[in-house]
């Protein structure tokens, strides 16, 4: 029985009709500029088919109730609970639960009519691993309401307000690329987004090409102190070269001969970090020539120098993720390797002719469990559409 059918099922035990809706809302994989969001750069992401999905119908009831079969665990809220963060019956709302809460907490601000529901949500988006299960989550919900409200946002605006969620009522210090991804993926396309003016476009895949996603099984705790150390220290590496350079606002607005020029003046630490991000805003300015002349030769060496550039420069790579690589980028058919989204474990992202696709991810797949003693997950992905009502 697949996802789809299981939910249903669930929705007409749980709640005893069938569901009214259905939405399937995408995780996503980042191709190219790591860690340049919250550097006003560019990133290349796709939305995958590994997706949310939820099945859901208006109710009458004074709260919306959801159940979240990954974790086997009901909670309810209402626009007057949503501020204190519990449930309906006061005690606190779990933490998965802030997520859908939060986007009803962000579209409470935008005024727009909302109306309770009942849902039961699952996901094929692995947690924790860089596939930004988080925002499928909330663009799903997001698609939720817009279809009961009866009102359309655009979708870099459900976007905005899906990170505004994560940001303000989660709490957790997200770009935009997440939410964006998952709210405007375009069927085999990637997405190339400027994170300062937020204008994008779609970039084809070329042809014969597989996105082949390896999952580590490893996940690091401490994550989010490391990650908020290293947007500290970009920060901090704008505020030392604004002295000789005034006009700049962020990494974005740095040519890599001045940061070269202007490199010794900041402390070792700071210039690693920076340097990866100018770096690798250099680096997605290349993309779009590359891809849309169906070179992906030179784009998967890009690849391969950014993962380079997170192991050494930025430091946010671990032991696992550098062995997938290099197993990855040793095997025939393999234009590029490396790891993808925050880092300290997660996923790996691979572009593989289509043709070795199979091949490539047995090879990686005994390679990684051989050095490692670990069992990898190894997805053959597409890119796929935003999230979007599928019934
Ligand atoms: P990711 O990189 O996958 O986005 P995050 O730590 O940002 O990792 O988000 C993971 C959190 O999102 C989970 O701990 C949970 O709270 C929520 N979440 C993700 N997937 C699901 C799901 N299938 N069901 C319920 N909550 C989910
Ligand atoms: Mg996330």
Redesign the pocket.
């Known amino acids: 029985m697949n996802l789809i059918e299981q939910l249903v099922n669930i929705y007409r035990e749980k709640f005893g009709y069938t569901p009214a809706h259905l939405v399937r809302s995408p995780?996503r994989v980042n191709l190219l500029g790591e860690h340049v969001d919250y550097n006003n750069g560019f990133v290349l992401p796709a939305a995958i088919d590994l997706a949310?999905y939820a099945a859901f119908s208006p109710t009458n009831a004074r709260h919306s109730t959801l159940v979240?079969?990954?974790?086997d665990q009901q909670a309810s809220f209402s626009a007057e609970s949503i501020s204190t963060r519990t449930q309906a019956d006061s005690s606190p709302l779990?933490?998965?639960?802030?997520?859908p809460a939060g986007v009803m907490w962000s579209l409470m601000q935008e005024n727009l009519p909302l109306i309770y529901m009942n849902a039961v949500?699952?996901?094929d988006?692995?947690?924790?691993?860089?596939?930004?299960?988080?925002?499928?989550?909330e663009m799903a919900f997001m698609i939720a309401w817009q279809t009961l409200g009866g009102w359309t946002l655009p979708s870099m605006q459900r976007a905005l307000l899906g990170q505004k969620a994560?940001n303000k009522y989660?709490g957790?210090n997200?770009g935009i690329m997440?939410q964006f991804a998952s709210a405007c993926g375009v069927e085999n396309k990637l997405l190339l987004l400027d994170c300062r003016s937020l204008e994008w476009k779609t970039i084809p895949l070329p042809k014969n090409i597989s996105i082949i996603i390896a999952d580590t099984t490893v996940r690091r705790k401490l994550?989010?102190g490391e990650y908020n150390k290293r947007r500290s220290a970009c920060e901090e590496a704008v505020r030392l070269l604004q002295q000789e350079l005034p006009s700049i606002n962020s990494l974005r607005d740095v040519r890599v001969e001045d940061f070269n020029r202007l490199a010794k003046k900041l402390p070792r630490g700071i210039e690693k970090r920076a340097r990866h991000v100018v770096e690798e805003i250099g680096r997605s300015n290349q993309a779009e020539a590359l891809l849309e002349a169906g070179d992906v030769h030179n784009f998967g060496r890009l690849m391969n120098e950014c993962h380079a550039s997170l192991r050494d420069l930025y430091e946010v790579s671990c032991p696992e993720l550098n062995t997938m690589v290099n197993i990855a980028q040793s095997l025939e058919g393999c234009y590029g390797a490396r790891l993808t989204?925050?880092g300290f474990g997660?996923c790996t992202v691979n572009l593989v002719a289509k043709e070795q696709a199979g091949d490539f991810s047995r090879a990686l797949a005994k390679g990684y469990e051989t050095e490692t003693g670990l069992c990898p997950n190894i997805y053959i992905t597409r890119a796929s559409n935003g999230a979007e009502l599928i019934r």
Request: net charge negative; charged share 15%.
């Open positions: 995780g949310t979240a079969v990954d974790f779990p933490e998965w639960a802030l997520y949500f699952a996901s988006v692995p947690r924790g691993s860089g596939l930004s299960s988080s925002a499928s989550v994560e989660v957790v997200c997440d994550t989010s989204g925050a997660g």
